[in-house]
Each structure stands twice: as structure tokens, then as C-alpha cells.
T-cell receptor, first 114, second 115 residues
Framework: AQSVSQHNHHVILSEAASLELGCNYS??????LFWYVQYPGQHLQLLLK??????LVKGIKGFEAEFIKSKFSFNLRKPSVQWSDTAEYFC????????????FGTGTKLQVIP | NAGVMQNPRHLVRRRGQEARLRCSPM?????VYWYRQLPEEGLKFMVY????????ESGMPKERFSAEFPKEGPSILRIQQVVRGDSAAYFC?????????????FGSGTQLSVL
């Protein structure tokens, strides 16, 4: 069975600080990986996804994530956060080859202080 | 272009009552997924449905929970004889074809509170 671990439950940063949110997954085969974001009062939306190819994936709003297969990781990064990045971030995995069944991590709440 | 619509946004039930949560997928989407989020936990997969079919219900509790997605109308998640432990946010998502890796479009969720 696939599973996802997000080690940071709550992160507080000042504006312009760099961000890295950890995500590790557990699955023996090929996977698709995602980061979803939930802004306060809004529904979850896709931030970026990895299918294959270049392990460095760029998403919306300046976010990027790097897939490191040997470490089973898919960490989310942003060089300089803004107050508007305050949200909850969810890493997710989907075993490739099957139908769409996405497993989510527990989420990381990011608070950016102006 | 309406997104995924869930109603009600908030639902309060007393122990032993029934809860019905509705989800209308995005136009053109025939695949629906239900997730549950408990406090301090991530989104837990419950069930995956296509029109008139349950494809995967491996995340559904064995008793009291059921889901349907009829040919006409919204998908319904039904919880019979609710207990306090059912209090959670229930999210619905939809996708066009259910293929792996496809983007999920989420609704705003239904917050169920059991008194």
C-alpha cells in the first residue's frame, strides 16, 4: 500500500525567507507525485505534479519540487515566500499504472509573517 | 463554469441520526472521489465511484457508511447512525476520466459535527 509522510506539521517563516517542505512516500513501484495547496477558506487545488522525465518540477506561484527516487522524496521549495503563501500544503502519491487513487499526507500548515 | 459543489457546507447531527452529504462533480466529469479529514490528520481516501458504479471502496468503514453516484443527480455519501467519531470534514473531488495522475478538482467540503 502507498503512504505519504510529511514531517513538518507547522512551519512559520518571515516574508522573503526560503521554504522547503519535506515529503517522503512509501511505495515500491512507479509513482505519480503531487503537491496540493489549500488557502484559508478555499478548496484544495493542485500546485504541481510529477509524472516522469525531469525530476525538478515547476509549479504555479514560483513553487518547485524535486523528485529524488533514491530517497523516496518529493520536497517542495520556494526561494522567497510571501504572506499570500500562508496555507496548508499536502503532498500526495498515486501508484502509476493503476486508476486514479491518490493518497495524501497529513499536511503542513505554513504561516508567513509579514 | 461551476466547480465541484458540495452541500451542505456544515451539517450538525445528533448521535444516531443519519447524515447525507452531496457532491455534484464538475461538468463533464464522471469520476468522483470522497475523502475524510480528521483533525490533525491528512485526507483519507474513502471511496471512488463512476456513474452507477463503485470502483474502490477500500477506505470506507465496513458499517454505517455507503456511497452512490446515480446516473442522474449528485453523488451521495450516507452515514447511518452517526457517532461522535464521524465528526470530520468530508471532501469530494472529481476528474474527467479517472486516469492515473489526473488532476483532481476538489469541492469546499462538508463539515459534519455530531453532538
Amino acid at each position: 500500500a502507498q503512504s505519504v509522510s510529511q514531517h513538518n506539521h507547522h512551519v512559520i517563516l518571515s516574508e522573503a525567507a526560503s521554504l522547503e517542505l519535506g515529503c517522503n512516500y512509501s511505495y515500491g513501484g512507479t509513482v505519480n507525485l503531487f503537491w496540493y495547496v489549500q488557502y484559508p477558506g478555499q478548496h484544495l487545488q493542485l500546485l504541481l505534479k510529477y509524472f516522469s522525465g525531469d525530476p525538478l518540477v515547476k509549479g504555479i506561484k514560483g513553487f518547485e519540487a524535486e523528485f529524488i527516487k533514491s530517497k523516496f522524496s518529493f520536497n517542495l521549495r520556494k526561494p522567497s515566500v510571501q504572506w499570500s503563501d500562508t496555507a496548508e500544503y499536502f503532498c500526495a502519491v498515486n501508484a502509476a499504472g493503476g486508476y486514479q487513487k491518490v493518497t495524501f499526507g497529513t499536511g503542513t500548515k505554513l504561516q508567513v509573517i509579514p | 463554469n461551476a466547480g465541484v459543489m458540495q452541500n451542505p457546507r456544515h451539517l450538525v447531527r445528533r448521535r444516531g441520526q443519519e447524515a447525507r452529504l452531496r457532491c455534484s462533480p464538475m461538468k463533464g466529469h464522471s469520476h468522483v472521489y470522497w475523502y475524510r479529514q480528521l483533525p490533525e490528520e491528512g485526507l483519507k481516501f474513502m471511496v471512488y465511484l463512476q456513474k452507477e458504479n463503485i470502483i474502490d471502496e477500500s477506505g470506507m468503514p465496513k458499517e454505517r457508511f455507503s456511497a452512490e453516484f446515480p446516473k442522474e443527480g449528485p453523488s451521495i455519501l450516507r452515514i447511518q447512525q452517526v457517532v461522535r467519531g464521524d465528526s470530520a470534514a468530508y471532501f469530494c473531488a472529481s476528474s474527467p476520466s479517472g486516469q492515473r495522475g489526473e488532476k483532481l478538482f476538489f469541492g469546499s467540503g462538508t463539515q459534519l459535527s455530531v453532538l
